[in-house]
């Protein structure tokens, strides 16, 4: 089956230590996402990338890292830095081509990261 | 930057009744996508619309395009249960470029709750 894996589905840490987050996929995606969601907000974009090797900073990247050095794989580490990292963190991938408008964004069933 | 807006922030509907939700944007889109998250889940994407005043139907849901591409609407008729989730509309502006890094811009969603 195609799709995108997020592990673990909940994960704990203590205050002060960095945790990488997992996403990966078999879809053949170009484009890969990171995304925070708080209870009752919406998605905010952490970081994004179109191909691999190469990623962006999303609208909320302190304390966050990323890494593509593989095209199914996106990882996203929580750093100390990060001030307020309890949250659920959502992986998405699309299509990318140049003949569509804009594909639509392939979720995973994400990580709700909890820091004690 | 850039934002759409959505509206109701929350909404709790009895079944059978109908509900909309509205995404509205000060700048003209390029598109505009509608997800839906079911409590405890992921976004779902429904539907793309590109094209300005477009409707497009999926059963007992509508979605609607502005003439102007600067809002849309999804209209549920006649709710059940099944219908309770967070919508969020999702929207590329016209400005983009095509192709690569494109983003999208995320509404902070409607929940709708459903009163059996």
């Known amino acids: 089956d195609g799709g995108i894996t997020q592990s673990p589905k909940y994960l704990f840490r203590k205050e002060g230590q960095n945790v990488t987050l997992s996403c990966e996929q078999n879809l053949n995606h170009d484009a890969m996402y990171w995304y925070r969601q708080d209870p009752g907000q919406g998605l905010r974009l952490i970081y994004y990338s179109q191909i691999v090797n190469d990623f962006q900073k999303g609208d909320i990247a302190e304390g966050y890292s990323v890494s593509r050095e593989k095209k199914e794989s996106f990882p996203l580490t929580v750093t100390s830095a990060q001030k307020n990292p309890t949250a659920f963190y959502l992986c998405?991938?699309?299509?990318?081509?140049?003949?569509?408008?804009?594909?639509?964004?392939?979720f995973g069933p994400g990580t709700r990261l909890t820091v004690l | 930057g850039q934002q759409v807006m959505q509206i109701p922030q929350y909404q709790h509907v009895q079944e059978g009744e109908d509900f909309t939700t509205y995404c509205n944007s000060s700048t003209t889109l390029s598109n505009i996508q509608w997800y839906k998250q079911r409590p405890g889940g992921h976004p779902v994407f429904l539907i793309q619309l590109v094209k300005s005043g477009e409707v497009k139907k999926q059963k007992r849901l509508t979605f609607q395009f502005g003439e102007a591409k600067k809002n849309s609407s999804l209209h549920i008729t006649a709710t059940q249960t099944t219908d309770v989730g967070t919508y969020f509309c999702?929207?590329?502006?016209?400005?983009?470029?095509?192709?690569?890094?494109?983003?999208?811009?995320w509404g902070l969603g409607t929940s709708l709750g459903v009163n059996p």
């Open positions: 998405a991938s699309r299509v990318t081509s140049v003949y569509s408008s804009y594909n639509e964004q392939f």
């Open positions: 999702a929207a590329c502006s016209q400005g983009d470029n095509a192709g690569n890094n494109r983003k999208l811009i």
